[in-house]
């Protein structure tokens, strides 16, 4: 059965520290692996990656993605209060290419 | 501006009854999708649409129902069959062209049980 697991599944750090969230998977036909930010409501999407040890970056946020030991890791540096919400990891696998969700990483940033 | 709208903001459904979640997008895309989110739990994909007129079961659509006759609109009915639908429903939508790609969501539904 494809899945995906995210941890931690939550995380408290203070403003200024980065912090690393994980995203492992274990799916057939993999085709890309997306990271979604959820603040109250809506994910809001953030990278898509498809191709192993290129770094996508926006900001004080980057990913990488690791075809070979299949997981992805996404980095916040200098965190603000803003940043605290849901970050949720999908990947687009199986024979009709449906997303497939982690259950999310909770962080909150303290001031 | 485009984007996908949902509502209502918050639904109350009666025991035996049948509710109706509208989804409505201006992306001109193709596909469009209906997710239940759960706490502590990752987005399950309830139905999905990749063309007018057609639609698919995703992973737990049992107790739920969609249509598709417009290519802006992909509203969610939630049956009595559904015997535990409380939840935040999420709709979103994308490009498709072969795969779903980025997906872009709706500031979602919380259905709450009378």
């Known amino acids: 059965e494809d899945k995906v697991v995210q941890s931690p599944l939550s995380l408290v750090v203070h403003e200024g520290d980065t912090v690393t969230l994980n995203c492992s998977y274990e799916?057939?036909?993999?085709?890309?692996l997306l990271w979604y930010k959820q603040e109250k409501k809506a994910p809001t999407f953030l990278f898509m990656l498809?191709?192993s040890g290129i770094e996508k970056k926006s900001g004080r946020l980057s990913s990488i993605l690791d075809k070979k030991e299949l997981f992805s890791i996404l980095n916040i540096t200098a965190t603000q209060t803003g940043d605290s919400a849901v970050y949720l990891c999908?990947?687009?696998?199986?024979?009709?290419?449906?997303?497939?969700w982690g259950a999310g990483t909770k962080l909150i940033i303290k001031p | 501006d485009g984007g996908i709208t949902q509502s209502p903001k918050y639904l109350f459904r009666k025991e035996g009854q049948n509710v109706t979640l509208s989804c409505e997008q201006n992306?001109?895309?193709?596909?469009m999708y209906w997710y239940r989110q759960d706490p502590g739990q990752g987005l399950r994909l309830i139905y999905y649409?990749?063309?007018?007129?057609?639609?698919q079961k995703g992973d737990i659509a049992e107790g739920y129902s969609v249509s598709r006759e417009k290519k802006e609109s992909f509203p969610l009915t939630v049956t009595s069959a559904q015997k535990n639908p409380t939840a935040f429903y999420l709709c979103a939508s994308s490009i498709w062209d072969g795969s779903p790609g980025t997906q872009y969501f709706g500031p979602g539904t919380r259905l709450l049980v009378l």
């Open positions: 649409s990749q063309i007018v007129n057609d639609f």
């Open positions: 498809t191709s």
């Open positions: 999908a990947v687009e696998a199986g024979s009709n290419y449906q997303l497939i």
């Open positions: 992306l001109n895309h193709d596909a």
């Open positions: 799916v057939t036909n993999f085709r890309s």
